[in-house]
Structures are given as structure tokens and as C-alpha cells.
T-cell receptor, first 116, second 113 residues
Framework: GAVVSQHPSRVICKSGTSVKIECRSLDFQATTMFWYRQFPKQSLMLMAT?????????EQGVEKDKFLINHASLTLSTLTVTSAHPEDSSFYIC????????????FGQGTRLTVV | KNQVEQSPQSLIILEGKNCTLQCNYTVSPFSNLRWYKQDTGRGPVSLTIMTFSENTKSNGRYTATLDADTKQSSLHITASQLSDSASYIC????????????FGGGTRLMVKP
């Protein structure tokens, strides 16, 4: 079946640095990808919708200048956490629908970000 | 506002027992409902996906039901195994929201030997 690969699975960075997380659809094209954030024992919270060839759409309260999203190709979206702070430490997950509305949504493995 | 509510929030059962997880939603217009299993520190993995016309769907020991009239769904796990310990998330999508998903809070299931 379709697979979404997310990299890295874990990253530890220092405060003030930037971290890039990649999300790839391995055997299908995804014009849209979604980025989620998940705190411990909570469900996924949508951060932004990544659109291939155009600007991402951010959810209310999500700083677009802090969480930079680039969807340069039909198989790759990246999320860059800029000037990371300890409060940015979280589990970040991407997903991509395999087709149109009602088709399966595949999730990446997630990235555990720890900012020290 | 589209919402998905799950109950219970957490559940502990003994290995080999059955359990049923509940999901109520107010997403409209309804497109489909999905159940995902999420192991700790991993991304969600799809168990079932049901459209308006489907009342039940099985995937091994997992059986999901859907009542589109009452806007309720359940996930029944039969003969639970230790590996079933995970969070189970109910996710609903609406026709006019593209592929955007509304997530329930999840049920954290722990299966004990």
C-alpha cells in the first residue's frame, strides 16, 4: 500500500537553531499534505495544509514565520521549525491523502523533536 | 463546528477480553469515518474507513460500525492481545473540506496479561 515516509524520526537541537522535517509520499503523488502536532496523551492537532506549488494554509494560532512549510514537488513537503525553543518540543506528524476526498490518508512515522 | 468525541478516554482490559470503543461526531456534510491505531511514538495506522452507506467493516479482530443517522461509530476489538495496547483515534472527514480530517481525542487502551 501507499507509504508516507517522514524523516528524521527523532531530533534533538539547541535553542535558537532550526530543524527541518521531511515528509515524502513514496509511491503516489500528493498535491496536498498535512502537518500535525501532538502533545503527550493528546490527539493530533492540525498545524497547516501544505499545497504543492503554492503557499501553505496555516491553522489559527500557528505562526507561519516560525513553522516554514515548503511543498516543492508532488512527493515532498518539508516543515522547518525556525529558532526553536523548548516549548516547540513535541511530536510532529505529516499525512498525505492517496487520492481525492474519501480516499485513504497515510501518516508518516512522526518526528520527536526535543529542543534543549 | 465539526467535532468528534470519543469515549472512554482510557480503558484497561485483560488479555483475551473484548472491548468496544465509542465515537460520536457532528461533522457535516459527512464523507467518511476512519479508525486509526496509534502506538506510542509512532504515526497513526489505518484500521478501517467507512462511507455513509456502510454499516460495518472488519479488519481481522477489529470491527467498526457506523450509524449515520445517530452519527455514532464503534470499534469492537475481539480477543484482545497485548499488542493491541495503543491509542485508537476516530477521524471524520466532510465533503466540503477537501481531505481535511477532524480528529477525536482518542481512547488509550491498555491490555494487561
Amino acid at each position: 500500500g501507499a507509504v508516507v515516509s517522514q524523516h528524521p524520526s527523532r531530533v534533538i537541537c539547541k535553542s535558537g537553531t532550526s530543524v527541518k522535517i521531511e515528509c515524502r509520499s513514496l509511491d503516489f503523488q500528493a498535491t496536498t499534505m498535512f502537518w500535525y502536532r501532538q502533545f503527550p496523551k493528546q490527539s493530533l492537532m492540525l498545524m497547516a495544509t501544505s499545497n504543492e506549488g503554492s503557499k501553505a494554509t496555516y491553522e489559527q494560532g500557528v505562526e507561519k514565520d516560525k513553522f516554514l512549510i515548503n511543498h516543492a514537488s508532488l512527493t515532498l513537503s518539508t516543515l522547518t521549525v525556525t529558532s526553536a525553543h523548548p516549548e516547540d518540543s513535541s511530536f510532529y506528524i505529516c499525512s498525505a491523502p492517496s487520492g481525492g476526498v474519501g480516499t485513504e490518508a497515510f501518516f508518516g512515522q512522526g518526528t520527536r523533536l526535543t529542543v534543549v | 463546528k465539526n467535532q468528534v468525541e470519543q469515549s472512554p478516554q482510557s480503558l484497561i482490559i485483560l488479555e483475551g477480553k473484548n472491548c468496544t470503543l465509542q465515537c460520536n461526531y457532528t461533522v457535516s456534510p459527512f464523507s467518511n469515518l476512519r479508525w486509526y491505531k496509534q502506538d506510542t511514538g509512532r504515526g497513526p495506522v489505518s484500521l478501517t474507513i467507512m462511507t455513509f452507506s456502510e454499516n460495518t467493516k472488519s479488519n481481522g479482530r477489529y470491527t467498526a460500525t457506523l450509524d449515520a443517522d445517530t452519527k455514532q461509530s464503534s470499534l469492537h476489538i475481539t480477543a484482545s492481545q497485548l499488542s493491541d495496547s495503543a491509542s485508537y483515534i476516530c477521524v471524520v472527514s466532510a465533503y466540503n473540506a477537501g481531505n481535511m480530517l477532524t480528529f477525536g481525542g482518542g481512547t488509550r487502551l491498555m491490555v494487561k496479561p
